[in-house]
């Protein structure tokens, strides 16, 4: 097992002397131990190349946890060639050891054919082996092997089974496919409040196809109230992560596809005035921002416009085509509804006018009390450190599936081996910067300076 380091740089220094000293001796745990720093670059710079000898010795000695790490390493390409026969010979070293990572990793290697033929069959058994151990990873791999039928027959029910298994523990693509098969009501009844929520979990780890799922049913209210204003910034999130079809989705709610204004056809200028008035409320939902409002208004005019103009363009076309009878019964016809047209036209703006004055004082309270709730927002809660209750500043990923404070699950992890958040024995005390949840943070905190302005 890999530790985290203790009492700092200095400490982390003499940590890795002393690894390095029992390794010398042929401790297998302790070249564990010194090739994890020297992976991660803890007490002293990195060493890839050393870490992958270290391992090697360890590996010879029957190491299940030095012949999974290793494997990965030689899987990867990392401190040498890459060589994907001799990474499957140690992973199935490894799982025969009953070792879960290397069980989930090699049925990786067999599933995908990678450093020998594919065996699906076997594949599938490995990760019942770890998933039996409560390897969340497994567990979602093996749902999904259940639910497409691969290596065996397929098992809807098992793999919904699997993934409530794999969720439980906090993993987020787990979350996400187990939201989507309750809200499809795929392997057993629907739910979609159940959906709705684990969709929020996986969001809440920044999964970003969780997120976008996410902003899809805030908006169309299912599983609970209708959201717009949640629906946009969970589909903002996700196009920061490079979704394409939640840019398109986000497209269609603005009214706008291909980056072409899509406004229903009507020659009817009240028809104009909504479609505007639909665009700035649109853009002031999302962010407020004066000019994007401007700019929705100018696209839906201009919209607007060019179908009146297509739709005119048409029409004459028609008349020249017909008879000089039955253009002039046309031409009458258009004068009838042309003047309908002003007739209506001229209602709707008297009563614009008697409305402007009520409007525009609404629009300034809403905007005002808009502003002020901004300004002392609340930090969303996955911002929130589950030990110190504060904003994060270094977010980092447990083995647990659950993110903390860097110094917070460092302090907790010296004189604790189980998860502060579900107090399950925690096999792997390896921690992973989540820069993607510290640039959301970084994101929210300019926005709270920005509103406060």
Known sequence: MLHSGHGGPKGEEEERRLYGLAAAQ????????????????????????????????????????????????????????????????LLCLAAAQGHADAMCDAALMLDEGCGGPKDEVDARRLLGLAAAQGHADAQCRLADMFYEGRGGPKDAMEARRLLGLAAAQGHADAQCS?????????????????????????????HAQAQFALGVVLYEGRGGPKNEVAARLQLGLAILQGVDYAQSYMARLNNVADGRPSLEAEAQQPRATTARKGASEDATAQVEDAASLAAAAARADAAMAALLAEEESKAEKARRKKGKAKAEKKARAAARAEAEAKAAHAEAEEHARNQAGQEATASAAKAHAAKEAASVEEPPDHFICPITHSLMIDPVSAAD???????????????????????????????????TVRGFIRTWQEAQRSRGQ
């Open 26 to 89: 042929g401790n297998a745990q302790a070249a564990n131990c010194l090739a994890g720093m020297l992976v991660q670059g803890r007490g002293g710079p990195p060493d890839e190349v050393e870490a992958r000898r270290l391992l090697g010795l360890a590996a010879a000695q029957g190491d299940a946890d030095a012949q999974s790490i290793l494997g990965g390493l030689l899987y990867s390409g990392r401190g040498g060639p890459k060589d994907e026969v001799e990474a499957r010979r």
């Open 178 to 206: 187990l939201a989507g098969m309750l809200d499809d009501g795929r392997g057993g009844p629907k739910d979609a409040v159940e959906a709705r929520r684990l969709f929020g979990l996986a969001a809440a780890q920044g």
């Open 401 to 435: 599936g659950h993110m903390y404070e860097r110094r917070a699950i460092v302090d907790w992890l010296v004189g604790h081996s189980t998860s502060p958040m579900t107090g399950a024995e925690l096999k792997v005390t390896t921690l992973f910067p989540n820069h």
